[in-house]
């Protein structure tokens, strides 16, 4: 299912609303899938130098299917802003890809650069790191989650296009 919506545009419309309604993520984030805009429902995972979880999550079913059609999820990934291991490598993102998710949204890094640029999924992040995580089956899922001071709540939607990301606590289309 397609989006069309401008991240702008819905700054433009919801700028008046309140942060448990509308919230805007900072402009730290490069991309790294194919995909520049998606959209979709959240699912949170919370996790430090530990990608056990975001496995588990790219693994399963990336989507949900609603009377207009199916729709990505998108999985936002607190991982504390960490520069020093990856939380999503090419395997990952080629599970994330295959099993429908409309993006991965991660506070901290990714790796294997080169097989992630052409994968059909949206992939944000910091930054680029060689390092894998140790998997020690840490942390935590569906949960609400700070990115970059930013709350994120399982259910909320997630609109990314090449001006930013912005969350709603509803869909907005």
């Not at 942060?19 to 984030?29: A, G, N, S, T």
């Not at 729709?71 to 890809?97: E, F, H, Q, T, Y």
């Not at 609400?144 to 296009?161: C, E, H, K, S």
Request: with cysteine; hydrophobic share 45%; net charge negative.
């Amino acid at each position: 299912m397609p989006f069309s919506l401008a991240t702008c545009d819905l700054c433009d419309a919801h700028k008046q609303d309140s942060p448990e309604i509308f919230r805007v993520l900072p402009p730290v984030f490069r991309d790294f899938g194919a995909r520049y805009v998606f959209a979709g429902p959240v699912t949170t995972v919370k996790c430090f130098e530990d990608n056990s979880l975001v496995k588990a999550a790219v693994d399963s079913c990336g989507f949900i299917d609603t009377p207009q059609g199916r729709v990505g999820k998108v999985l936002v990934v607190d991982g504390a802003g960490s520069l020093r291991r990856a939380l999503l490598g090419g395997n990952l993102g080629a599970a994330a890809a295959r099993n429908g998710w409309a993006g991965v949204v991660i506070d901290g890094c990714v790796r294997d650069v080169a097989e992630l640029a052409p994968l059909e999924v949206g992939i944000r992040a910091l930054a680029a790191m060689p390092m894998p995580t140790e998997k020690q089956n840490q942390g935590l899922k569906d949960i609400p989650v700070q990115i970059q001071g930013v709350w994120v709540r399982p259910g909320d939607w997630l609109y990314a296009d090449a001006d930013g990301m912005v969350v709603s606590a509803t869909q907005l289309a």
